[in-house]
């Protein structure tokens, strides 16, 4: 059961000191109090675990603070749409909402190389609107002899450049927490120009110590990708831990399977399942088509079929896009067949704004059939 408490609580205050009394009485229960921060405001939600079959709504909803109870049969009791679930679906971070109503694109390099072309791709995304970027500077890589990212000695630079172009959030992997505090660090350092959301890679995602770790740096934002070989009920309980301990600002990733099914794309494009996510869950909801698709094969409209698949997903709903771009594909030194070039950066906005239109117009269709 979750107990919603009404906005701007205090939880110093004698009225919520009694309710801890209450539920601390309450026998084989025990209780954690979760901070929700949403776009408008902070919200206090009371998790109570063990057996609360015979504790009733009704009666939970009299206790001090307590705005309303919601009784939570499903595993994913933070992430997760509860019925009667009027809870905030969206959140804020450094200026951006993100929810499951609008859409964001973090194009950028799959890996940072060069101050150059950190330079020339935030540029880009400032001259065609973009607040957004990805940035990696820890990479995971199949082979320990592959280039491995430049790490914290990046950041500095990365940051700074991303302030001067107005980038407000750049998706940025890690793999162990001390990366998250060279991240710290290093915000720190320049001033906070820019804001990072923590990317949790797939070859992570049931990394349950580094999702325990994560889930406590409630500070930052995080992205999960989607584990390539565990099913989505899987994936979707490793949001569970990021949330279970304490930050439940998520996004949920698909970025395709591993399985030779998906021939000649580099993993199974599985965009079907953005409106799945947005039906199980309060997350909003990205696709990554470059590591989908894995590489730059068009098809005979002259389409690439990274940005047919971004279209597909687009079309369902999805709220973020993770898109490999560089400004010298063949320099890159991960990822280069499969990155878009700067000169292709305004034709994929358009392509993505005309699926996003061809959404809102069926979302809307929609409505109108349901109001009929
Ligand atoms: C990436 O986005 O750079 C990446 C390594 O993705 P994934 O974890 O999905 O392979
Ligand atoms: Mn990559």
Redesign the pocket.
């Known amino acids: 059961m979750i107990l919603i408490l009404y906005p701007q609580t205090d939880l110093e205050g004698a009225e919520f000191r009694r309710l801890e009394e209450h539920l601390r009485n309450l026998s084989g229960i025990s209780y954690r109090v979760h901070r929700v921060r949403g776009a408008q405001q902070t919200l206090t939600e009371i998790y109570l675990l063990g057996d609360t079959s015979s504790l009733m709504p009704e009666d939970m909803q009299d206790l001090p603070c307590v705005e309303r109870a919601v009784k939570v049969s499903e595993d994913y009791r933070i992430i997760g749409r509860h019925r009667d679930d009027q809870r905030i679906h969206a959140f804020e971070y450094n200026g951006v909402e993100f929810s499951q109503d609008n859409l964001h694109v973090f194009a950028g390099l799959?890996?940072v190389d060069t101050p150059e072309h950190v330079e020339q791709m935030m540029r880009a995304l400032q001259s065609h609107g973009q607040v957004c970027a990805?940035m990696?500077a820890y990479?995971?890589r199949t082979s320990p002899y592959a280039f491995q990212g430049h790490g914290k000695d990046c950041l500095p630079y990365v940051f700074e450049l991303a302030g001067k172009y107005g980038i407000k959030v750049i998706a940025m992997?890690v793999t162990h927490e001390d990366q998250v505090d060279e991240i710290e660090a290093a915000l720190e350092q320049t001033g906070r120009p820019t804001g990072v959301m923590l990317?949790i890679?797939?070859?992570?995602t049931q990394n349950f110590e580094l999702l325990k770790q994560i889930g406590r740096r409630s500070e930052f934002p995080a992205l999960l990708?989607r584990g390539?070989g565990i099913t989505l009920e899987e994936s979707l309980n490793a949001a569970e831990y990021l949330a279970s301990e304490g930050n439940s600002r998520i996004v949920f990733?698909l970025?395709?399977m591993k399985t030779n099914m998906g021939d000649p794309h580099r993993n199974f494009v599985d965009f079907a399942h953005v409106p799945v996510v947005k039906r199980l869950t309060r997350l909003p909801v990205c696709i990554?088509p470059?590591?989908s698709v894995g590489s730059r094969a068009g098809a005979p409209d002259r389409l690439l079929d990274v940005m047919h698949v971004t279209a597909q997903g687009v079309i369902a709903g999805a709220n973020m896009i993770?898109v490999?771009f560089h400004p010298n594909p063949s320099q890159a030194l991960?990822?280069g067949p499969q990155a878009l070039r700067l000169d292709e950066l305004s034709w994929f906005l358009d392509d993505v704004a005309i699926a996003r239109e061809a959404y809102e117009r069926r979302r809307e269709r929609a409505a109108r059939h349901a109001a009929e």
Request: proline share 4%.
């Open positions: 799959c890996a990805r990696g990479k995971p992997e990317q890679g797939t070859r992570n990708k390539f990733a970025r395709g990554d470059s590591h993770l490999d991960v990822d």
